[in-house]
């Protein structure tokens, strides 16, 4: 059974970088697949982040794209996201996810950890 | 931008037949997918490829997509499907993905 955790800093003070990590276990991420992050802040809907190819090959998401960092590390089955200069508006929960490589969907997603930024 | 468009809410009394909607420009030509996502929790895939569903999902959840609209219907429905509903589809000319907002579903 594929699984996802998300894992790094429940606070981060504003401008600065929230990174996270995703560890990936039952499947390793060098055989193939997209990986994503998600988020979502409170009482509001989901936005895609970006995307990951095992290969390293990213998508992001245009209005985040100045800020955002997605990396993958094959030795350790996980992923990673940072995103720069940090305001309250990037309080949300965040999710990962396996993204299937035809349609793109996402199909295993991990149970998010919610981020607040303040100082 | 593609953008999707999902009713804010939609109410259905149990047993019956619920349908959220997702509009888009052509998203007929598109693969749309449904995710579920209960309070607290995280969203899970009830319907991929437009009409495919993964194990373990009911057979209730039953999806169609042509023309500008894409929907998710789901019959005879129960108080446990009350959640928030998303569409999603990845836009090939842009290299996105791109979410609907999210419809409420109550069961009255």
């Known amino acids: 059974q594929v699984q996802l955790q998300e894992s790094g800093p429940g606070l981060v003070k504003p401008s600065e970088t929230l990174s996270l990590t995703c560890a990936v276990s039952g499947y390793s991420i060098s055989s193939g697949y997209y990986w994503g992050w998600i988020r979502q802040p409170p009482g509001k809907g989901l936005e895609w982040i970006g995307s990951?190819?095992?290969?390293?090959?990213?998508y992001y998401n245009p209005s985040l794209k100045s800020r955002v960092t997605i990396s993958v590390d094959t030795s350790k089955n996980q992923f990673s996201l940072k995103l720069s200069s940090v305001t309250a508006a990037d309080t949300a929960v965040y999710y990962c996810?396996?993204?299937?490589?035809?349609?793109?969907?996402?199909?295993?997603w991990g149970q998010g950890t919610l981020v607040t930024v303040s100082s | 931008s593609y953008v999707l468009t999902q009713p804010p809410s939609v109410s259905v009394a149990p047993g019956k037949t619920a349908r959220i909607t997702c509009g888009g420009n052509n998203i007929g030509s598109k693969s749309v997918h449904w995710y579920q996502q209960k309070p607290g929790q995280a969203p899970v895939l009830v319907i991929y490829?437009?009409?495919d569903r993964p194990s373990g999902i009911p057979e209730r959840f039953s999806g169609s997509n042509s023309g500008n609209t894409a929907t998710l219907t789901i019959s005879r429905v129960e108080a446990g499907d009350e959640a928030d509903y998303y569409c999603?589809?990845?836009?090939?000319?842009?290299?996105?993905?791109?979410f609907g907002g999210g419809t409420k579903l109550t069961v009255l």
């Open positions: 996810a396996r993204e299937e490589v035809g349609a793109r969907y996402f199909d295993y």
């Open positions: 990951i190819y095992h290969s390293g090959s990213t």
């Open positions: 999603q589809v990845w836009d090939s000319s842009s290299d996105h993905q791109v």
């Open positions: 490829y437009d009409s």
